[in-house]
């Protein structure tokens, strides 16, 4: 299955500013997601990238505040805007695999944000 | 829209010993899939076991195996044998067949603690 390299590992902040995570697959996927976890809690899907059009959002997150960029096949970024000491927690993107009934998801390791 | 119930915050097991957890869902589809994954505190995610809601047969890997109920929309996983590796939050997690986005909807998770 395929491998992500997810960047940086984890990052502390000052509010106002942002970071941009970077997700890069080893192998071409169709879809990749990003997702928000608060420590010991579930994951929470921010928005589902295709590669070549515009990411598309959950409810309760915007494009303003989380710009998503999808080049190709095997890399995507996610962007942490203007951020206040809420936007504190751990980003994960995942990648869906070609293969019909074959598929696999994979996840990177996360990147754990700290606000100050 | 799908929900995913994981009702057991926490369970505790003894070396060697079986453990249970219980996953419900809420769908009105007939095709779908369900999967369990393991997120040790190294926060990857890791693919434990899957099933294909069209298969009656219950899926199996190695010492975890899963009993897959369609009627009562329950999907349990069993850890037999259990190890100090084992130590984890489990998730259990839906996907539509008929999502060509391929979105997971996660449960709230079930932290297994391992004794010895």
């Known amino acids: 299955s395929a491998v992500i390299s997810q960047k940086p590992s984890r990052d502390i902040c000052q509010r106002g500013t942002s970071l941009t995570i970077q997700c890069q697959v080893d192998?071409?996927?169709?879809?990749m997601f990003w997702y928000r976890q608060q420590p010991g809690q579930s994951l929470t899907l921010i928005a589902t990238?295709?590669?070549?059009?515009?990411?598309?959002?959950e409810s309760g997150f915007v494009i303003d505040k989380f710009p998503i960029s999808r080049p190709n096949l095997t890399f995507s970024t996610l962007t942490v805007s203007n951020m206040s000491p809420e936007d504190s927690s751990i980003y994960l993107c995942?990648?869906?695999?070609?293969?019909?009934?074959?598929?696999?998801?994979?996840f990177g390791s996360g990147t754990r944000l700290t606000v100050v | 829209a799908q929900t995913v119930t994981q009702s057991q915050p926490e369970m505790s097991v003894q070396e060697a010993e079986t453990v249970t957890l219980s996953c419900t869902y809420d769908?009105?589809?007939?095709?779908?899939?369900l999967f369990w994954y393991k997120q040790p505190p190294s926060r990857q995610m890791i693919l434990v076991i899957r099933?294909?809601?069209?298969?009656?047969q219950n899926a199996t890997e190695n010492r975890f195996s899963v009993n897959f109920q369609k009627a009562a929309k329950s999907f349990s996983l069993k850890i037999s044998d259990s190890q100090l590796g084992d130590a984890a939050m489990y998730f259990c997690a839906y996907r539509s067949a008929t999502d060509s986005w391929g979105k997971l909807q996660f449960g709230a998770g079930t932290q297994v603690v391992v004794t010895p």
């Open positions: 769908t009105s589809e007939s095709d779908y899939y």
């Open positions: 192998s071409q996927v169709t879809m």
């Open positions: 995942s990648a869906l695999g070609f293969g019909g009934t074959n598929y696999g998801y994979t």
């Open positions: 099933q294909e809601a069209y298969k009656q």
């Open positions: 990238a295709n590669q070549g059009s515009e990411a598309t959002y």
